[in-house]
């Protein structure tokens, strides 16, 4: 783990945040984005995607499954084994990137650790959104479960992430105030 850290403070830099942020905006904007637009268009109806869901709702789960139709389960699929493989990598170094430059050389690590727990929970609920999808029309309520747990995993780091970057923004930002005080 120390190595995988050491690396990590070896590549943090503005150039690889910016270009992992690019990336990042470029999933979100346009690739995630053109995927639950054409899932939808292929389900014949707005249904969105498992992995945005909130909450936690086995039965909703297996509902949409069922609404996506035989195009849609296979477009989704195919979605989940190419770019949704990609993005959860994108965001892990994104954050970890930003966390090391937002706290510097820290004694416990674990915080840029974060992002990756968070890419393998986002990892083991595309495997069962992966395996509900294409199991259909047999529909396993514990795989659905199982889907809700590590989806509930992820979303839960995201917000941990996302609330370690603001408030290192902010405490950056209250340090400035107060030299720009000084002066």
Do not use: H
Request: proline share 4%; charged share 15%; net charge positive.
């Amino acid at each position: 783990m120390k190595s995988f850290y050491d690396f990590l403070r070896r590549i943090a830099s503005l150039k690889s945040l910016l270009l992992f942020f690019t990336i990042y905006m470029l999933f979100n904007g346009y690739i995630l984005k053109n995927a639950e637009i054409k899932l939808n268009e292929l389900a014949g109806t707005t249904v969105g995607v498992i992995d945005l869901s909130f909450g936690f709702n086995p039965q909703k789960t297996l509902d949409l499954v069922a609404a996506y139709g035989e195009e849609g389960r296979a477009y989704y699929v195919k979605t989940e084994l190419t770019a949704d493989l990609i993005y959860p990598i994108v965001y892990a170094f994104l954050f970890a990137i930003a966390l090391i430059m937002l706290y510097g050389p820290i004694p416990n690590p674990f915080i840029c650790f974060l992002p990756f727990i968070t890419l393998l929970a986002d990892y083991m609920e595309n495997v069962f959104v992966v395996s509900l999808l294409k199991s259909y029309p047999q529909q396993s309520y514990n795989m659905a479960v199982f889907c809700e747990v590590f989806k509930l995993i992820k979303w839960s780091c995201f917000i941990g992430m996302l609330g370690l970057v603001l408030f290192g923004l902010v405490s950056i930002s209250l340090k400035r105030l107060k030299l720009a005080n000084r002066k």
